[in-house]
Each structure stands twice: as C-alpha cells, then as structure tokens.
DNA sequence: TCAGTTAACAACATCGATTGTGCAAAATAA
DNA sequence: TTATTTTGCACAATCGATGTTGTTAACTGA
C-alpha cells in the first residue's frame, strides 16, 4: 500500500491494473473520454491510483506539455503590509485556476529580479506577475523571447500590460486630507510646514505623488519648498536620516508629514522613537499605504489603502486575455482615517 | 541571436557548434572536466550558449536527477510581520545555497495544507519547511512517504524536527514586564485586572504561553481569573469579540493586557478603535510578536519579538545534517521595550 | 612495430507523463 | 454472411537534460 522510498508513477498503476501506461494516463488526467476509454477500466485505475497514493509528477507533465502550471510573481519585499496583502491575493486569484503561485522577493534588485526571472523561467512557469520591479521593461525581454505573458503591478511597464493604483488621485486626497488635518490639530497659521518623506524620485508612483503633493500645495498654500521633499530612497533607513534632516532644518516636528510608503514610515517613525512624546501633539501624518497598526498612533495617521483585490483580479482577467497590448489600467485607492480598522486582508 | 518564440535547448547549441547534445550538456553542466572534454571544446559551447541566452530547462533536469532545487516553505499567512520575516530569512538561506525558494501560504487550514504540500511535493521539491501548521504530523506522514526531509519551525511536531521560539520563557518575561508596566501605569492597586486574548488553546505555544502567564500571574499576584484567558482563535475578528467582552466584563478597559500575537492585536485594535482616546491612560499591553507599528501606539505596548534569522539558520542546518531525529530545538526571543525599533528586517 | 593507454567525444537509454497512430475485436449495416 | 464502422486499448515517439557505455584516433612504452 503505502510506498515508503519513491513515488508511484503511471508505470506502477499499469502494472497494478494490467492496463498500458497511455491508458492509465489518460485515465489519470481526466482525457479519457475523448480517448475512448471504458468507464469501468477508468474507476478501477483511478481507484488503484487513489490507493496507492499516486500523484503525478509534475516535472514530467511539464516537460512533456512544455507548461508547469506553475504563475510566478516577483515582490520587492515580503515584510510591508501592502506587498504581503498583494501575494495573498495573488495565491487566492493563482488557487482559483487550479494553478501553484510561485512567489519570489527581488530586494529591489535589478540583477536580483534578472536572476529570478531567468530561474523562474527555467521552471517554467506559464505568466508572471512582476510587482514592483526597477525595471520591468528588462523583465519583458527576458519573457518575450520564451513567450511567457507577462502583467507588470504598481509600476508600469511600457513592453507589458500594467495595472497600477492611480497614485496621482491617490495623493491628491491624501494631501488634502493632510492639510485639513494640519489645519485642525497644528500650529494654527495657515504657514505650517508640510514635508515629503519616501520613495525614489526617478521610480513612477513617487513622481505621480510628488507631482500632487505639490499640486495640492499649491493650490492651497501657494507652494512648498523643495527642501521640503525627501525621495531618495525605499529604505527604511534612510528614511530615519531624511526625519532627522527634517527636524534640524523645522527645528522640531512639522506640523505635517506626506510619508510615501510604510516603507519610509517605519524609518520615520525609527527618529521619531528618540523624541519625546510631547513633541508629537501638533504633528499629523499622512501616509501612502496602508497598515493596521500604523494607522493607530498617538497623532493622526491617515492612510491611503491601494485597492489590492482589485488590482489582482484585473491583472489575472488581462492576463487570460492575453496580455497583449502594453496598455496602463490605474485603479483607485481608497483614504483610511486615523484610528480606523477596515475589514480584515 | 534572439530566439523570438521558443527557448534554446542544449540539441540548438549541439547543432550550432557541431557538438554532441552529450558533450554539449557536460559543457553548460559543468561536470566537463571529469568528463574529459577539451577546454577548447567546452568554452567554445559555452560562448555559443551564452550568445544564445541559454539557460536549462529545469524541469527536465529535475526530471532526469529526481530533485527539482526547489525548496518549499508553508506558512499560515503572509500578511503578518512575523511570517512575512520568516520568508525573507527562509528566502536569504535557500538563495546562498542555490536553490530556489517556494513559498505558500495555507491560511491555518489543514485541508490547503495537505493539498500544497502534495502539490510541492509533485514538483519535486528537495526539502520542506513547515511554519506554524495545524498538524506538522500529517504532513511528516506525507513527506515521508516520497522521502523528503521535512523541519518545522514555530509549532513542534511529533515525527520530524523541529525549531521553535522557547515560548515559555518569552511570555515569562513578557508577563513579568507588562506587570511592571501596569503598576506604573495602571490604576495604582495590586489587583488592577490584566487579561490575555488570542491563540488557540490546543495549539502547543499558545498552551506554553498561558502557562507562563498564569504562572507570573500566581507568582505576583497570587493567580488569574480563567475567564480572564480568551483564547479561542488566531482569526482577528475572534478577538475583537474577545476584546468586546472583555471590556463589558471589567466595565471598560483593563489596566493590563496580553495579546498573543500580532493577528490577535489587530482584532483587539479593531474593537479599541471604537473607544475615544481617554480610555487609554491606564492601559499596558504586552503582545508576543513584534510589529515595528505596533510598538508606537499612544499607550505602552511592550512586544516579544522572535529570533527569526537564528530559527532559519538553525533549520538550514538540521536540515542539512539529514534531518532526521525529531528533536525540538528552542531559541530565546527578545523583548522590545515600547517605541523602541530595533534594526530593520 | 604492435599491444596497451588515454584523450576526446558520440550514441543511447533514461526520468514520468502525454499524445498521435495503429490495430484487434465488437457492433452495426447492407 | 460480408463489409464497414465503432469501441477500446496498446505502441512508440516525444519533451530536455544527464550519465553510462561505446568508439575512434592519437599516443605511449618495450
């Protein structure tokens, strides 16, 4: 019954039942009807397989149909909020289909996400998701000369379908809301300082949501400084530097803070754990990105919640379509008050 | 040059150079010196397969040598600080090895666990990594039917090794702080009320951690309530109607409060987001598990946080000693004092 | 000079599953 | 009864890489 060292292929069940190894394949694999099998010879293979705890070898299905079954899909990083809640969508969307997801962490990499993509090709997989990616369009060649379809996320591509939040939007609301806050528990003068602290300056989504920062800034406040925005980097740690930069410069905490990504949040917040607890009675922070515990500080957090769900479920439809033309589908996020808890995910 | 439509195969760099598809795959192998190929022969293959952006097919390698350099991992869950580091960890160890990392997430269900692992297992993965499953056991049984080297990590099994955190210890001195944190903060008396939430009775940690809590809890202040203990579920939504009834219990927030694990936090969170900011003047928390967030609410909230890079080396290493003797190896997690944020990762 | 090495590679079987083709036997038609 | 179709399955090639076993030709030693 129980096999103790190897698996049982398709050769053991033919020798169990007597039937041929085409025949057990085909009853294995559900094409027996259209191969004229007999009902009966089927349940009885299929009963021996279930007994013998056979399951196929998918290294050889693969090989043989020159498709794994498997979906890749590349994230900067596994430890942020926004990232894992996009592999979990990614999973849900993958299990769906009856597909194994594959997920790899790049580190914001290049030559990390060339190396993954070169080995995740190697195995095979049939489409990959690339989140995030420094270079996407470097990403496509690789897929376009082995044909695999590909559907960049949260960065767009220009040689592949993409679907990102509209950061511009996104930051509009955010920054407005920033402001009323600053407005309601700042300094008190229409002058209070804003600041912009996160993200990559040359890196797509940074420079939608510095283009509205300074929009929203404008049209409110006359301006902002560009002393006042800090991108340079998805590091948390150099996040802590460009805080500490801040404070020198305002002489304390501002009265609000535009933080891209939780990324640049837990930088932030690494200079702000030095600080008394006083200094943070004016201060109000806005930040891209969502995350339960961030937005449930002692000063107004509030949060942009990009809509993960909605993203995966669209990059999955254009990649059963196809995913051909290298078109930019930009879906809206959604503004989180302080202190609140949305439903789980 | 560029192969626009299928991938390059060792037999179109035989036919391009002229050799045999045999010396052509000692050559990109890397075994042609015992193999006695001319170094002249081998560079120029090599040259042609680098022009040619070869890589191999790693399926039908696996296929042929009946492992894959596929290492698999499951977890619980991906969005949780916790998890998500223990991929990175896992990610950073399989990487300096070679081998390539999968990682899935089982959402605490046996079922998917059973299902993921089989389908690992039909892709040929050379070893799994269990993290936290329901039942390590039946996946052992699963594993060791194909003979494939299994070590848990975070909850014990039975048939396999495993690498989890000395709970014990750590909510010792989890309990033992927060009790301090509570008679500086709290209400001032030596009965201010301190409650637990979270986890699942059954489960081996949780069971540890209760103990050392109930067991500070004696030690202190001579003993705890049992239906101070909520401990139904890792699902948030559980412990916010843990959180809820705990509050009707006490007519409002306790002094003291133990939240095992940051899951369990986000639910209690999410019913504390209700409750206006007053409330929160006496109030210490103590949860197992850190949350860089987390730690910088407007109350304490001290936070155990487990030594994941040494459980990952740890694993790597049992695992390549042959894993063999279900033993259990514990591993000291640290304490993090409120608004502290120790070093990335 | 001729057996005996050795270098340098080619041929071929193999891993496990899929799939086009072939071929009896059974069923149906004429 | 004979011709024709359909049923039910077996055979064998194939996917791409690996490793064992040949097989030459050059080379060595006595």
Same mark, same amino acid.
């Given at each position: 019954?129980?096999?103790?060292?190897?698996?049982?292929?398709?050769?053991?069940?033919?020798?169990?039942?007597?039937?041929?190894?085409?025949?057990?394949?085909?009853?294995?694999?559900?094409?027996?009807?259209?191969?004229?099998?007999?009902?009966?010879?089927?349940?009885?293979?299929?009963?021996?397989?279930?007994?013998?705890?056979?399951?196929?070898?998918?290294?050889?299905?693969?090989?043989?149909?020159?498709?794994?079954?498997?979906?890749?899909?590349?994230?900067?990083? #596994?430890?942020?909020?926004?990232?894992?809640?996009?592999?979990?969508?990614?999973?849900?969307?993958?299990?769906?289909?009856?597909?194994? $997801?594959?997920?790899?962490?790049?580190?914001?990499?290049?030559?990390?996400? !060339?190396?993954?993509?070169?080995?995740?090709?190697? *195995?095979?997989?049939?489409?990959?998701?690339?989140?995030?990616?420094?270079?996407?369009?470097?990403?496509?060649?690789?897929?376009?000369?082995?044909?695999?379809?590909?559907?960049?996320?949260?960065?767009?591509?220009?040689?592949?379908?993409?679907?990102?939040?509209?950061?511009?939007?996104?930051?509009?609301?955010?920054?407005?809301?920033?402001?009323?806050?600053?407005?309601? #528990?700042?300094?008190?003068?229409?002058?209070?300082?804003?600041?912009?602290?996160?993200?990559?300056?040359?890196? *797509?989504?940074?420079?939608?949501?510095?283009?509205?920062?300074?929009?929203?800034?404008?049209?409110? !406040?006359?301006?902002?400084?560009?002393? #006042?925005? /800090?991108?340079?980097? *998805?590091?948390?740690?150099?996040?802590?530097?460009?805080?500490?930069?801040?404070?020198?410069?305002?002489?304390?905490? $501002?009265?609000?803070?535009?933080?891209?990504?939780?990324?640049?949040?837990?930088?932030?917040?690494?200079?702000?754990?030095?600080?008394?607890?006083?200094? /943070?009675?004016?201060?109000?922070?806005?930040?891209?990105?969502?995350?339960?515990?961030?937005?449930?500080? #002692?000063?107004?957090?509030?949060?942009?919640?990009?809509?993960?769900?909605?993203?995966?479920?669209?990059?999955?439809?254009?990649?059963?379509?196809?995913?051909?033309?290298?078109?930019?589908?930009?879906?809206? $996020?959604?503004?989180?008050?302080? !202190?609140?808890?949305?439903?789980?995910?």
């Amino acid at each position: 019954m129980e096999n103790i060292s190897k698996k049982t292929t398709i050769y053991d069940i033919s020798k169990l039942t007597g039937a041929s190894p085409s025949t057990v394949s085909a009853a294995l694999s559900g094409t027996w009807r259209s191969r004229r099998i007999k009902e009966a010879t089927a349940l009885k293979i299929q009963q021996v397989a279930r007994e013998n705890g056979y399951t196929p070898n998918l290294q050889a299905r693969g090989l043989r149909k020159a498709r794994s079954g498997l979906v890749g899909m590349i994230v900067p990083a #596994h430890t942020n909020r926004y990232f894992s809640t996009l592999s979990n969508a990614f999973e849900a969307e993958a299990r769906a289909r009856g597909l194994c $997801p594959v997920i790899v962490s790049t580190l914001r990499d290049p030559e990390e996400e !060339r190396r993954t993509v070169e080995t995740l090709i190697s *195995y095979a997989i049939d489409s990959l998701f690339v989140v995030g990616a420094t270079n996407p369009d470097a990403i496509s060649d690789l897929c376009a000369s082995v044909n695999i379809k590909q559907v960049n996320l949260d960065l767009p591509g220009t040689k592949a379908p993409s679907v990102i939040t509209d950061d511009y939007w996104g930051a509009r609301i955010l920054t407005q809301e920033l402001l009323r806050s600053v407005k309601k #528990h700042g300094g008190g003068g229409e002058d209070d300082p804003v600041y912009f602290i996160g993200g990559f300056q040359s890196d *797509y989504a940074t420079d939608q949501r510095i283009k509205a920062f300074k929009d929203v800034m404008k049209e409110e !406040r006359g301006g902002v400084p560009d002393n #006042h925005i /800090f991108a340079n980097s *998805y590091d948390p740690n150099a996040s802590t530097l460009d805080a500490e930069t801040m404070c020198k410069l305002e002489g304390g905490l $501002p009265s609000g803070l535009f933080v891209n990504s939780t990324f640049a949040f837990e930088g932030v917040l690494r200079y702000f754990s030095k600080l008394p607890r006083e200094d /943070f009675s004016k201060i109000s922070v806005g930040c891209y990105d969502y995350d339960p515990f961030a937005s449930f500080m #002692h000063f107004p957090v509030i949060m942009v919640r990009q809509n993960v769900q909605e993203m995966m479920k669209e990059a999955f439809i254009i990649m059963e379509n196809g995913a051909l033309e290298p078109k930019v589908t930009e879906i809206k $996020p959604t503004l989180i008050q302080p !202190r609140t808890m949305p439903e789980a995910r």
